[in-house]
């Protein structure tokens, strides 16, 4: 038979182990998260990827290598682009017409001309920064 001395220490070490353990974990705080919101994150990560496969498309890569504009800068612009941008710019894509991915890489091209106006890229060596 066991001793009952043996149990009082183990039941002490047990519970401080326990009261131990308790104070270091986080404290968890929930809170509700609407539908919308949740809807919306996933609508720009669709955006943002469609944009992504477009780059591609055989014409795009020929039109962006004629413009001397390398894959990685588009993909950088678009993973760069806020949420606002990037519904209006989805919003202007799904309204072009079918033969309108011309019109989509001019629009890159006028975002590229206008940060490397601002000094904010420097992609183009014809554009001059306006702030210098």
Do not use: H, W
């Amino acid at each position: 038979m066991i001793k009952r001395a043996f149990f009082r220490p183990l039941a002490a070490a047990t519970a401080a182990a326990y009261l131990l353990l308790m104070a270091q974990a986080p404290l968890a705080q929930a809170g509700m998260i609407g539908t919308s919101e949740v809807l919306l994150a996933q609508q720009q990560q669709v955006d943002r990827q469609q944009l992504l496969t477009m780059l591609d498309d055989q014409g795009v890569k020929d039109k962006l290598a004629s413009l001397g504009v390398e894959r990685s800068q588009v993909e950088q612009r678009i993973n760069g682009l806020s949420n606002a941008e990037l519904a209006q710019f989805n919003q202007q894509l799904s309204e072009a017409p079918a033969g309108g991915i011309i019109g989509i890489i001019v629009l890159f091209l006028v975002i590229f001309i206008i940060t490397d106006l601002l000094c904010a890229t420097d992609l183009f060596t014809f554009v001059k920064c306006i702030n210098r």
